[in-house]
């Protein structure tokens, strides 16, 4: 049974995680760390201290047993540089099976954020894929405001409420366009909002498990 250690921002990602995955003959560890949002905005925040922490986090999380690392925070992936992945273990950033099915787009693309922490990180990273792949991407990001504070505070059925309604009103702005919840606490509000637009919204979940399964070479549990 393979071994795989999640790294979180918040608590709310492990049950959407273990959903997931659930299908699977999997053991799930999972290490959460919302700290560095809530000091974010203090005077002696630097990038540096946050690139500190999550380097440190990876390098203990590899050495707890584990097979493999997911990040499922997309503030985490925006900072983590090259040499951070350089681990004997596969690292999978939770956006990685998203940029590939969303590569295959042939519309314009809309990543819709709730923390605007994350828009820069993970706009720049969409741009490096694409062009590493030698495809052309029309995307922009919009930011769903004074959200992101509703979730860390763990007012869950607020924080999903308003999400879902900035997704349905900015589905109204963009029609044409593929609409993208760009992080994984947006997920279940998209699948909300997706009910009533009775149309599709990209999220970071709905091709993890497939790509996970092809990328460590999962097997499903056994049935009896």
């Known amino acids: 049974m393979k071994k795989i250690g999640c790294f979180h921002a918040h608590y709310s990602n492990i049950a959407q995680i273990e959903h997931a995955l659930e299908p699977y003959a999997v053991e799930l560890v999972h290490f959460v760390d919302p700290g560095l949002d809530r000091i974010k905005n203090d005077a002696h925040f630097t990038r540096q201290l946050a690139e500190k922490k999550v380097r440190d986090t990876i390098e203990w999380i590899s050495g707890c047993h584990v097979d493999a690392i997911l990040i499922t925070c997309t503030y985490f992936t925006s900072i983590m540089r090259e040499e951070f992945e350089r681990l004997t273990i596969p690292m999978i950033k939770i956006d990685e099976p998203l940029f590939q099915e969303l590569s295959k787009q ?3 693309i809309v990543f819709v954020f709730t923390n605007p922490n994350t828009i820069e990180g993970t706009m720049s990273q969409f741009r ?3 062009e590493s792949k030698g495809i052309l991407a029309l995307a922009e990001s919009r930011l769903i405001p004074n959200t992101f504070e509703l979730i ?9 409420g308003e999400v879902a309604s900035g997704l349905l ?13 760009a992080q994984l606490s947006m997920v279940p509000a998209a699948r909300y909002a997706e009910s009533i637009l009775n149309a599709e919204i990209g999220n970071a979940l709905a091709s993890l498990s497939s790509y996970l399964e092809q990328t460590l070479e ?5 049935t009896f």
């Open 106 to 108: 042939d519309k314009p």
């Open 128 to 130: 490096h894929y694409t």
């Open 152 to 160: 860390m505070q763990g007012k869950t059925k607020e924080y999903i």
């Open 169 to 181: 009103r900015l589905a109204k702005e963009h029609p044409g366009a593929k609409l993208v919840a």
């Open 218 to 222: 999962l097997t499903m549990k056994p």
